[in-house]
């Protein structure tokens, strides 16, 4: 391939205020979402507040907190999210924040919806085609739905961030119209400490987790433990949504080696990357990992496709017939609808699947007073991510119980076992009221 694009990578770059500057009121930002929202350009993006009016920035999981998120400035930038992390929490506290609830399958639609007219992103440098790497979090700014359909399009390089082995986020120097550098660390998400809890509910979900089957994992505490469970498990695959450093050492134990996966087999498929700088590094240039836009990996009838897919996800809350509230506390959005459902539908489509949705048994408020995290209803106002209809195995510190198709009657009975000792006779009172038992 012609090695012409190297003027055209020169003639393209530019200082960062100036492609800050190029945004004016009214205008639509795509910013993506974690590592990939550019740090250089968004902290210039802040300098622009009382220069422009009614700027509506998109994004999701932001990893810094920038001068256009802060409320002083809301006349000037409005911010739609399409998943809540604490970031975004602080945000909509603020009111300079709004949730857009969707499934982050619908991520492409929504970038279709959203019809910006400028982006930004993180990129590695190029390659000796000319081709640059959208990287960690390529998946929240789809391509075609968003990169190609703007007026403005501005790679920020940064020499920090991997290159990933994935052809939905490599993009072309011919393909953008700004380029500036910003070789920022890239942000490191610390790994949660395991909780004792955490460990009771992770050796519960190990269990259902056979010789060979794709797994699904999340972040966090629950997430980590695990995976150092199972480690006594052979040739496991991965179809997951986001990948982490618990993934990274299953690898090198040889445990996740998605030999007897059936659909890509030899590839963990993903959408997203976060974690340390040594994960970061790990897969860098690593073809055993495959990352893909997320309107594809999260697809039901593609995550289906993997025989013995194992769902695994949390929820904050749920009622005694198997509602699972997972991204509200009453009417206060805490998280992200996420790829949850996305998962579980897909699990239920997989030849010998299984979806779990794990919890701890009670939560303490600010006065210390202990509460049960199973409750006869959900809290007035909690959002329903996941309904009683598809979920399968619940797990929590007390044991595991599997709801698939089971009558209302079973399912209290069985909720009520893993709930904590403390609530079982209170929450049996409020069922014999309500006519369950």
């Not at 530019?14 to 550019?38: C, E, H, K, M, W």
């Not at 959208?134 to 700014?141: E, Q, V």
């Not at 995550?303 to 749920?318: E, F, H």
């Amino acid at each position: 391939m012609s090695d012409s694009w190297r003027t055209e990578y020169e003639k393209k770059f530019t200082t960062v205020d100036y492609a800050a500057s190029l945004v004016q009121s009214n205008d639509r930002v795509f910013l993506g979402g974690g590592t990939g929202i550019p740090s250089g350009f968004a902290t210039e993006l802040g300098k622009l507040a009382g220069k422009v009016e009614n700027v509506t920035i998109y994004q999701g999981y932001a990893m810094g907190l920038y001068d256009y998120m802060k409320p002083e400035n809301m006349e000037s930038f409005h911010i739609e999210t399409m998943f809540v992390g604490p970031m975004e929490r602080v945000c909509m506290d603020w009111g300079v924040a709004q949730y857009k609830p969707m499934h982050l399958s619908d991520i492409p639609a929504a970038g279709l919806k959203a019809n910006c007219n400028r982006v930004a992103f993180v990129a590695t440098p190029p390659d000796e085609n000319g081709y640059m790497n959208r990287s960690c979090f390529g998946a929240f700014l789809p391509q075609k739905e968003t990169i190609e359909r703007a007026e403005t399009v501005i790679a920020e390089i940064n020499s920090n961030t991997p290159w990933i082995n994935s052809d939905d986020f490599k993009i072309h120097v011919s393909e953008v119209d700004h380029i500036i550098q910003n070789d920022t660390p890239l942000f490191e998400l610390p790994e949660i400490e395991i909780t004792e809890l955490e460990k009771q509910m992770a050796n519960y979900i190990a269990e259902l987790i056979p010789d060979g089957a794709t797994i699904q994992l999340g972040i966090g505490g629950l997430a980590n433990a695990i995976g150092n469970l199972l480690y006594d498990k052979k040739d496991l695959g991965m179809h997951s949504e986001v990948i982490t450093p618990s993934v990274m050492r299953l690898v090198e134990a040889g445990v996740l080696n998605c030999s007897k996966k059936n659909f890509y087999p030899g590839q963990i498929v993903s959408s997203f990357a976060v974690g340390t700088k040594k994960f970061y590094d790990f897969i860098d240039h690593n073809d055993a990992f495959k990352l893909c836009d997320i309107g594809w990996v999260n697809t039901p009838e593609i995550i289906g496709q993997n025989d013995n897919l194992i769902s695994i996800n949390n929820t904050l809350m749920m009622d005694l017939t198997g509602q699972a509230g997972s991204e509200s506390i009453g009417t206060k959005q805490y998280s992200g609808t996420g790829g949850q459902v996305n998962f579980i539908q897909g699990a239920k489509k997989s030849k010998g699947g299984k979806s779990i949705i794990s919890l701890t048994s009670t939560y303490t408020d600010k006065n210390g007073k202990m509460h049960s995290k199973i409750m006869p209803t959900l809290t007035n106002g909690t959002v329903v991510t996941t309904s009683r209809n598809d979920v399968e195995y619940v797990v929590t510190e007390y044991g595991v119980v599997n709801l698939k198709l089971e009558n209302v009657k079973t399912r209290v009975e069985s909720l009520i076992s893993i709930a904590h000792p403390d609530f079982r006779e209170e929450l049996r009172h409020e069922a014999k009221k309500i006519g369950w038992l």
